[in-house]
């Protein structure tokens, strides 16, 4: 049984940082592309970031460049999304996903059951 499963969010002031979890599992995701969406309540879930399992080539959404940082660490088949300088506006749900290629990570075939992200003002 395919899983991922996120965690490290939680509460945090404006310019504060968190640093989010997705822990895979149930199958090889060697060849996948592991990404970060949100969703805020009333809003249209969007791109964060991404990051190809194999070569670690990464992806960001203008919005987080030079503040999100994506990684992985193969050996604990788990990804990683770096958040700094966070902004109340980037409170949301933040999903992580697995998809075969960039283009399809929107319609990803694996998402995880997200974790609340709320900056403070």
């Known amino acids: 049984q395919v899983q991922l499963e996120e965690s490290g969010g939680g509460l945090v002031q404006a310019g504060g940082s968190l640093r989010l979890s997705c822990a895979a599992s149930g199958r090889t995701f060697s060849n996948y592309v592991m990404g970060w969406f949100r969703q805020a309540p009333g809003k249209k879930r969007e791109f964060v970031a991404a990051?190809?399992?194999?070569?670690?080539?990464?992806y960001y959404a203008d919005s987080v460049k030079g503040r999100f940082t994506i990684s992985r660490d193969n050996a604990k088949n788990t990804v990683y999304l770096q958040m700094n300088s966070l902004k109340p506006e980037e409170t949301a749900v933040y999903y992580c996903?697995?998809?075969?290629?960039?283009?399809?990570?929107?319609?990803?075939?694996?998402w995880g059951q997200g974790t609340q992200v709320t900056v403070s003002s």
């Open positions: 990051i190809r399992w194999s070569g670690g080539s990464t």
């Open positions: 996903a697995a998809a075969s290629t960039v283009t399809t990570l929107s319609r990803a075939d694996y």
